[in-house]
């Protein structure tokens, strides 16, 4: 039986991948994970009553945009924290971003660009999914750098304009995942206008945006807004998940031109799974309040400085602008990320993702390898006790 082969050359995901190293060892002590980006604070308390209010509404096939409301419950939000006035036919309901920045590539994405096989630009390290969506339209994927050389964000304006030529897509990520840096205006204003100039769509990814040290982040949507870009070219997604501790709702949104919009309307009218309306009740009612996303961050800005003060004076160390993960350099005398994760784990018990499988190598050289990615997500007491065993098994 012949099979395809454009998904042949994807690793193996993360989770497994790590399941299989530590698999061969016992852990050092109780079992404290700090792996996957799952947030455990508190589920908002009108969650519940709306389900159970809506409950008799599982029976019904849900529209597959969005309900009104959810949509105008969106809208709202994007103008309260962006400044960017979109109709309800510029927005439509996700599964979460995922499935959002999946789908990008399938309904933006052209099947040639100038001639030839487009391009799809990511940093390095990335979010899995970026690369996965590339494949699936028979794209190039471009694995761009984002280490401390560049401020964690990536230098696409330094790619050689032959390759931006045949760009079709451009992700980014911001708060970024995993090193938490944010873009800066004139950065994102800079990247908005090298689409403009090579005619490609910026994919932002937002999800984190809600979570942030001392300013809150800026949209690719607010910063086309205010350069006057064609609304077309930024196409952003994000989610509860973060913002809301609502990572198992499945909700999310993407945001952009009415051209892009209506082709991710149509891609999903044929293969898109739309939100069940009790969902997409919460869902209006969560983005429609800000006290708990308050609350929520206070509580994430609270562990910043716990982390600051565990790991003052530690080389390499730098606090996250946005998001809820650590990027940690591996000391030298450790070696990478995998053997940092094993010593962990068999030391201390605690669970850390090994950077490098955040990430690809290219010319010879990951720039993930150096480095762990850890989750603040856990209550802060075990936080705090993962933090310090981590400092002083590998810092120590």
Known sequence: MAFPERFSNLPEYAFPRLRKLLAPHQP???????????????????????????????????PNEGTPGLLAAIAGWIRLRHGAD??????????????????????LCPEVKQGQQPAVLMPNPFYQPYAAAALAVGAEPVFVPATAATG?????????????????????????NPQGAVAPRDWLAGLIRLAERHDFVLLSDECYSEIWRDHAPVGALQVADEIGADPERVVV?????????????????????????ARFRQLRAYGGAPLPL?????????????????????????????????????????????????????????????????????GTGVRVLPGAYLAREVA???????????????????????LELLRDCLFG
Request: proline share 9%; hydrophobic share 40%; charged share 25%.
């Open 28 to 62: 050092g002590g109780d079992p404290v994970d700090m792996t996957i980006g799952e947030p455990r604070h508190p589920v908002p308390d009108f969650v519940g009553p709306i389900l159970q209010a809506h409950v008799a509404e599982f029976n019904r096939y849900p």
């Open 86 to 107: 979109l109709g309800p036919e510029r927005i439509m309901a996700l599964n979460g971003t995922r499935e959002g920045l999946f789908d990008a590539c399938l309904a």
């Open 152 to 176: 964690f964000l990536p230098d696409y304006e330094s790619l050689p304009p032959a390759l931006l030529d045949r760009v079709g897509v451009a992700y980014v990520c911001s708060p970024a």
């Open 237 to 261: 997604m994000n989610s509860l998940s973060k913002r809301s501790n609502l990572a198992g709702l499945r909700s999310g949104f993407v945001a952009g031109g009415r051209e892009a919009i």
């Open 278 to 346: 009790p969902v997409q009740h919460v869902s209006e009612r969560a983005w429609g309040d800000e006290a708990h996303v308050a609350a929520n961050r206070a509580l994430y800005q609270e562990k910043y400085r716990i982390a600051d003060r565990i790991f003052a004076g530690v080389q390499g160390y730098r606090g996250p602008e946005g998001g809820f993960f650590l990027w940690l350099p591996v000391p030298d005398r450790i070696g990478d990320g995998e053997a940092a994760a094993v010593r962990l784990w068999r």
């Open 364 to 386: 010879g050289h990951n720039p993930g390898k150096g480095y762990i990615r850890v989750a603040m997500v856990a209550p802060k007491q075990d936080m705090r006790r993962g």
